[in-house]
């Protein structure tokens, strides 16, 4: 007689973490936020991104805390804080599902709220359960009887009505309807047997409960259809923890995370496990302004396609014309906004403690970014300067917006003092005041009256953009590294000048700069001034 195994049923103690996204729609630096709401009182703030977990071999509690190393993050690092004491929740279509919630909010840069909700169940449940009460419609907390998702706009409108009691002015605030969820799982244990490495993907192989991992991030019951090897071949999912019988995934609808002693370890140097749940938080919040502002830019994309459906059997005249320039200027705004808010780059860099966290915040964005960015922005573009060329050269209207000649660009020039005749800056500087819309070049030998600190202090606020000239000189040079970072941090355009790309500090390799040619100078200040003027535009309108 031939013995058939049947398939056990597996049931599991787990952490769900719940983020939602809003859009505060205010001017906010986050050291003021934070030294305000510190002196408003009426919120517990946390000093520090953290976590706090029990143990589930041996019951003690853990809190992991993340570890800054940067002198910069308190510009970008979120302002944390408790919301409410500790309650309880139930599943509105399951009562055997209750367990505790724990609620904290998140103001991060770009004055977006992440509101980061933690479900600590009390028991082992199937993954159908889950699934269940991952709908935040089906999570009532106890003390009120009102939903989750209730709970949210309340927390929402309260922490509005705490910082609006202030005069920060509002921003321009996306017509996007968008507040999303995102899910995190932290798989503790399992029964009646849990190997970590089965449920994780080992190069070409999968854990024999990989489908398990995969399933709570679908949240719907289609994952019992799914073929485990198909679905991650197609979306190239992979494990990134570092440690051998340790899982972290990452996928557009949800993460799923199975520490260890090697990511729950709070002695550690890298606190892994925090770092697993700070890098997607980041990069979801990256995802929402990303989202946002693409949502607008579509329906100025919209906007173009009606205007050139109504215009194409007849010759354009000047009040299609001036609409066009409208649309035009509202673009420019949107990626104005968009280059000032969205600091992929730098986030990273700034807060994140490790070569895994980074790589992680990578991942992260590559898989939530469903569109390419870039493509979207270039095809507008395009279709503005075909209209541009084709129908409106005749009235002379370029496909860029016209500089206010009245109000001109001002520069800053960082540089070593020693490379100043490599680069002839006092003739760069001279040459560039004589094109149009450049009002004056600014820099310290010029002006040497000043310590080189003070000078900054008076003068760097002033400027519309900033030109680095990149060299080894300039790389060991202290007063240049705290100019580009002061005028990093403020916010104005970057333009490194290079003879070779290694010369550029590594924060700012992806801006686009201007290879210096040595053999003609007359095509460094063409180039130069063209780039300033493409960075500038959108501040002279």
């Given at each position: 007689m031939v013995q058939i195994e049947l398939e056990k049923e597996y049931f599991f103690k787990v952490t769900l973490i719940i983020w939602k996204f809003y859009d505060l729609g205010l001017q906010l630096t986050l050291p003021e936020v934070r030294e305000y709401?510190?002196?408003?009182?009426?919120?517990?703030?946390?000093?520090?991104?953290?976590?706090?977990?029990?143990?589930v071999k041996t019951g003690s509690k853990v809190n992991q805390p993340l570890k800054w190393i940067s002198s910069e993050?308190?510009?970008?690092?979120?302002?944390?804080?408790?919301?409410?004491?500790?309650?309880?929740?139930?599943?509105?279509?399951?009562?055997e599902i209750v367990g505790k919630i724990r609620l904290e909010g998140h103001i991060h840069y770009g004055?977006?709220?992440?509101?980061?909700?933690?479900l600590i169940f009390d028991a082992y449940h199937r993954i159908e359960e889950f699934i269940e009460i991952s709908q935040p419609q089906n999570i009532i907390i106890e003390s009120t009887g009102n939903s989750l998702a209730e709970k949210f706009i309340e927390v929402r409108e309260n922490i509005l009505a705490i910082l609006k009691k202030t005069n920060y002015s509002a921003k321009t605030k996306s017509e996007s309807s968008l507040e999303p969820w995102h899910h995190t799982w932290i798989i503790w244990d399992a029964k009646p047997d849990f190997n970590r490495e089965d449920y994780r993907f080992i190069e070409d192989s999968i854990g024999r409960n990989a489908k398990f991992s995969i399933a709570l991030t679908f949240r719907t019951d289609k994952w019992k259809e799914l073929d485990p090897k198909a679905y991650r071949d197609q979306i190239n999912l992979k494990n990134l923890s570092p440690y051998?019988?340790?899982?972290?995934?990452?996928?557009?609808?949800?993460?799923?995370?199975?520490?260890?002693?090697?990511?729950?370890d709070p002695n550690s140097m890298k606190n892994l496990l925090i770092d697993t749940l700070f890098a997607p938080e980041v990069g979801n919040v990256q995802r929402f302004l990303i989202l946002m502002y693409m949502d607008k830019i579509l329906k100025i994309d919209d906007k173009f396609d009606k205007l050139f459906l109504?215009?194409?059997?007849?010759?354009?005249?000047?009040?299609?014309?001036?609409?066009?320039?409208i649309l035009e200027r509202e673009l420019n705004k949107v990626i104005l906004e968009?280059?000032?808010n969205i600091i992929i780059s730098k986030i990273p860099r700034l807060l994140f403690t490790s070569t895994f966290k980074t790589n992680l915040f990578n991942e992260m964005i590559e898989k939530l970014d469903g569109f390419k960015f870039s493509k979207q922005i270039d095809d507008i573009i395009t279709k503005i300067k075909d209209v541009s060329g084709k129908s409106l050269i005749s009235k002379e209207i370029p496909s860029k917006i016209v500089l206010d000649e009245k109000r001109g660009v001002k520069i800053f020039m960082s540089y070593a003092t020693v490379d100043e005749e490599i680069y002839k800056i006092s003739k760069m500087a001279e040459e560039l005041e004589k094109l149009d819309y450049i009002e004056d070049v600014m820099y310290w030998q010029e002006d040497m009256k000043d310590n080189i600190i003070k000078y900054m202090n008076e003068n760097l606020g002033e400027c519309?953009?900033?030109i680095l000239f990149c060299s080894p000189?300039?790389?060991?040079?202290?007063?240049?590294?705290?100019?580009?970072?002061?005028?990093?941090?403020?916010?104005?355009?970057?333009?490194?000048?290079f003879v070779k790309t290694e010369h550029i500090p590594t924060l700012l390799k992806s801006r686009l700069g201007v290879e210096f040619n040595t053999f003609d100078f007359q095509k460094n200040i063409e180039n130069l001034h063209d780039l300033i003027i493409k960075k500038c535009e959108n501040n002279l309108l």
């Open positions: 709401l510190q002196n408003e009182g009426s919120l517990k703030i946390y000093d520090n991104y953290r976590f706090e977990f029990e143990d993050s308190q510009n970008y690092a979120p302002i944390c804080f408790k919301l409410e004491g500790s309650n309880r929740f139930i599943c509105n279509t399951n009562p004055s977006v709220l992440a509101i980061h909700c933690e051998r019988d340790e899982f972290v995934m990452l996928t557009h609808a949800g993460n799923v995370i199975i520490p260890g002693p090697g990511l729950s109504e215009t194409s059997n007849k010759e354009i005249g000047l009040p299609e014309t001036e609409r066009v320039e968009l280059n000032k519309d953009t900033f000189n300039a790389i060991k040079s202290k007063p240049v590294e705290k100019e580009w970072t002061a005028a990093d941090a403020s916010g104005i355009p970057i333009i490194p000048v």
